[in-house]
């Protein structure tokens, strides 16, 4: 990760992120920080509509953003973020897009499905209830009245409502693969089908309340599962808008204007303050300055550019303004190339077969199976036995295809189908708490696999930011630190944080890729590079950063720097260890630096030096060795060993191409939450797999009981509503075992 | 048992009025912000 602090890098500025929306009003959505109450969104709303101009203001606490509308002209962009500042929340302008929208469709069309089968569900028991309390005294007449009214709600209910298992059914089908919507999706037609049947024929047994509620239940693990996944993507979407790049872009008459990253055109000139971030792959046209390049190599040390020098995106321009001009467009910078690295290692994860997936893969073939051998039994039975003696009369087709049909039902996956998702909900939801995102379920499992991490060093076992080693001189620390405060270089403000609050030298000047040089009392001063301070000192063997610091005529002093761990890093890797975890540290920094992070973390395999490609060679192989790599890392190189390791996580500081090569992404400072994404992933596969064996017992008993025809349509619902609540209770386990390490 | 007749339907209907009112507030956007509405309550509009 970058030397400077995310509130020191500059904000994107707020004008490159306003829209013209349908009524004419310029509208800016902005994510508001720490407002959580009444109090909260009546500030923030009375206080921007108080305004002149503002239309609208809208806060959304669940997502914390706000939306503001105004008349084209009234306000200045930044005005309302001013006075958010003003109120107390910090505001980042952000531009929603039109993900947000269509995710949002999905969780809307889920609901009404639900609704729907809800209350299809409701009103049959209203009707289901007197046949089965009736019995014996209902008259055939009435109970094909209910029977029927039964079928007017449960046709049209359930065909809309299973929407969602038919097209996944389908799209399993399509590619020859069995998933668990496809004996879902037989059920329901069948149930139905048969019912119907049974119904014109004023038969006695019809499971329209069955198969609504069956779709009720599987809709709300749908939904669940669903709304989940939602909130941990928004919230990945969330970090990474608070990094958008915008740039100023410098037209042929010098006006400077703001946009988005994404309107650069090749050719553009940009305008590079300090602490801004490169939003293209350019040149510098102009000036010079030093450049973190930390995300795009894992190199903790700043680049020195001048002009004609390429500068790619990611980068952060450190000391001097500088003027560049685009030489490719966002999707054509550098990411490009390695989006279709990330491509190619999504692809050697696809072999990945889910729990369910694989029980699905047993499941339906043997249910199928024995549904059909049901029907053929029930048909041919009484045929054979006669033949061998017996004196039994033929059943006919009809109760062969009835007790064949319950036994679809009564094995209809609704517990299995929930085995997994409840589960899955259960425990993303917990480590969502703990600021852990985890994008799938699918990645939750994987992880539980994981036997190897490889760590990338700079910005994810570090916090990517240099610290001054001790035992300095004292005096010569103030006086230095005079010098240093006047930069915003890394290493200087490593040196100012350790010296503590102090005088500013006047008049100091800084030049790129050298250091400072300042006169103070009298005395000329030079903080910088051995050879800008100290030229006829020897270089240092440690290979630590350095800073060297003259003061007129007076030996130097060096000033030696580390990059300092994660607090909890130390004890993460002794985690992992004490969970037969083999941790491996591989870095594109200097050898030297890497092994002194090796050491203080506790790792004792480490490489350094390590290009793009090495990694992922590196995970290749350990692949190969058939070991489950998880690979945590931040950086643009490390983007494609992410997409190929078995499992991935990165830092919610990491950048947008890392991210999304990610399964999980980690919040905060803290490394820790790994080994608990870890266990819960772990948790989450035992727990699964009991859910798995319940059902497999469930249907064990079932199964037989309705191939014997002993089912009745009470039966089934009270079988299937119990096994779904005990798989439910059995998933919300997670929610509470196994939180003894922290707290 | 010809009060079934009028039972039946008054039934089916209150239930998909029911289901009316719950499309109407899912497409109002009553769902959207779950967290600010409980606390919106609390605002008093002079």
New interface residues.
Partial sequence: MAFVEPIEVARPDPDAFVRRDATGNDVLELLVKGAK??AC??KIESNLLAMSGVADAR?????ARLSVAWKPGAVQPHAITDALQRLGYAATAFDPGDVKRQA?DEG?KL??YL??AG?AA??IM??SVPIWSGQGEMGEG?RT?LHW?SAL?AIPASLYAAQPFFQSAWRALRIRRANMDVPISLAVLLTISVSVAETIQQGEHAYFDGITMLLFFLLIGRYLDHRLREQARTAARDLLALQVVTASRVDKNGNVSAVLARDIEVGDRLQLSAGAGVPVDGVIVDGASEFDCSMLTGETLPQTVKPGDRIFAGAINLTQPVLMRATARTQDSTLAELSRLIEAGEQSRATFVRLADRAAALYVPVVHTLAALTFLGWLLGPMLLRLAGFDIADVGARIALMNAVAVLIITCPCALGLAVPAVQVVATGRLFKRGVLVKSGNALERLAQVDTVVLDKTGTLTLGRPRLVGGVDASALQSAATLARTSRHPLSRALAEAAGSGPVASGAIERPGEGIEAVVDGVACRLGRRAFAAPLETDAPDGEAELWYAHGDAAPVRFAFVDSLRADAAQTIQALGARGITVELISGDRPAAVAVAARAAGIGDWSGGAAPGDKVDRITALRAQGRYPLMVGDGLNDAAALACAHASASPGTALEASQSASDIVIQGAALMPLVEAIDVARAAKARARENLQFSALYNLIAAPLAAAGFLTPLIAALAMSGSSMVVTLNALRLQIEGRSWTS | ?DI?IFL?PA??FM??V??AG??WS?RAGQ??????AK??I??DDE
């Fill in positions: 109450c009444a969104i009546k806060l959304n606490l669940s997502t949002d809307r609901l009404r609704a729907v209350f409701m009103n209203m009707f009435t009245l009214v709600i | 048992m079934m039946i039934a089916v239930g998909a029911g289901l719950f499309f899912l769902y959207e912000d779950l967290e600010g606390h919106r609390l605002i």
